[in-house]
């Protein structure tokens, strides 16, 4: 019988005992590509993660304002979204390469690329309730052409199968928290503050299905985007110091509080095609705020961040279970946002994700890494959220040639 080389060399990786796993995420901060190279033993519950190498090739600034041009909009300019599939995908190669060569690490030692791709639209169906589609995302940054310029099978689009079996495409980090954390005594919450937040609850000794994990609303996109607009000259609000100047303004809080995506059943997930500087101007307009100081704009967005992850938690955690939060993602660096979390979660304790043996930034670059390896060692996981539970792996496969 005759085999396709790379089905073959696919076939072998999957056998292996160990396998070298490159893992890339690029958020909706659109700060760069995480490039999280892994050792992964085993899979399912027997999953061991060595993060080998680690680096976040930074975005210029062309290359984020060509994102920025159809990202999250209602209206795109179609031939410019064409284009850029395969040319972010090349990007995202030569990203990779350079990486390798920095790490003086040979492309023929690599398995796998996890390649998450970048979100352009996130739309679940709370967005569109009353039409006759199902919830839908787009990720950019061709899987084919990573593969084909790195030499290295690349596994991408992973969201599309969590759809297909009945789930929303987000939040994912459910099966690589499940496997890499569950614990038998401690009750742990996973949280994650990238541009929009997430948990997974894991309470003590629990079953996959037991796990549970949701969006909550904005992390750092509101107050990202408020600093894109009137700071250009500042990457983000470091250290939260905006915010820290100035006062939270109970009429605007209240009004940025007020949509009904608060009031969706949980689990539910949401993107920047919400939360978005219009979002911000509404409620502003809503609650006679427009005339606000730029630092009372910024600690109000970042109490409404904190305030909507905590009620969250608490909406879904039963009333008086102690836990512990381990974070993750570029909110955990907002001394602001993290002492409101603690004031408003006194029964938690607080701590990072490093703690468990992942590095905090990296942690969303090694879940697509542990999700590829599962596609090709592992058995179907179940979908989270929603009645729907079916058995899945997820990740679309491309051969170098």
């Not at 990486?99 to 390649?115: E, F, H």
């Amino acid at each position: 019988m005759t085999m396709h080389t790379q089905i073959k060399e696919l076939y072998e990786i999957a056998g292996k005992d160990t396998r070298n796993i490159i893992g890339l995420m690029s958020g909706t901060s659109m700060d760069g590509l995480d490039i999280a190279l892994c050792s992964i033993t085993g899979s399912g519950k027997q999953t061991q993660v060595a993060l080998t190498k680690f680096r976040t090739e930074s975005y210029a600034p062309d290359v984020k304002s060509r994102i920025l041009e159809v990202f999250s909009k209602d209206e795109v300019n179609l031939p410019l979204l064409c284009k850029l599939n395969p040319w972010l995908g090349l990007l995202h190669a030569s990203m990779i390469n350079d990486a390798l060569q920095a790490w003086n690490i040979d492309p023929k030692n690599i398995d796998l690329i996890a390649s998450h791709g970048q979100t352009i639209y996130h739309a679940p169906k709370s967005l569109h309730p009353d039409d006759e589609y199902g919830p839908a995302t787009l990720q950019i940054g061709d899987g084919d052409h990573v593969a084909v310029a790195t030499g290295i099978i690349t596994l991408s689009d992973f969201r599309q199968k969590h759809i297909a079996a009945g789930g929303e495409g987000a939040p994912l980090a459910v099966y690589g928290d499940y496997l890499l954390c569950h614990h038998a005594t401690e009750n742990r919450l996973l949280l994650n503050m990238g541009g929009i937040a997430n948990f997974t609850y894991l309470p003590a000794g629990c079953a996959l299905h037991e796990v549970f994990s949701t969006d909550t609303g904005p992390g750092n996109t509101l107050m990202d985007a408020y600093i894109r607009a009137h700071f250009p000259h500042l990457p983000y609000d470091v250290d939260g110091q905006l915010a820290l100047a100035g006062k939270v303004h109970p009429a605007l809080l209240a009004a940025l509080k007020a949509d009904g995506f608060f009031r969706v059943a949980l689990p539910r997930t949401i993107g920047p095609e919400l939360f978005n500087l219009d979002y911000l101007a509404k409620a502003q307009q809503a609650s006679g705020t427009t005339a606000l100081f730029h630092e009372d704009v910024m600690a109000t967005l970042n109490r409404f961040s904190a305030e909507t992850i905590a009620e969250t938690i608490l909406e879904y955690v039963p009333s008086g279970t102690s836990f512990t939060a381990y974070g993750s993602g570029g909110g955990v660096h907002n001394k602001l946002l993290m002492a409101h979390l603690r004031e408003l979660l006194p029964g938690a304790s607080f701590r990072s994700s490093d703690d468990l043996g992942i590095l905090p930034d990296a942690k969303e670059a090694i879940l697509f890494a542990v999700l590829a390896n599962e596609a090709v060692a592992g058995t179907a996981l179940f979908t989270g959220g929603g009645a729907t539970r079916v058995p899945v792996t997820m990740g679309k496969v491309s051969f170098p040639s």
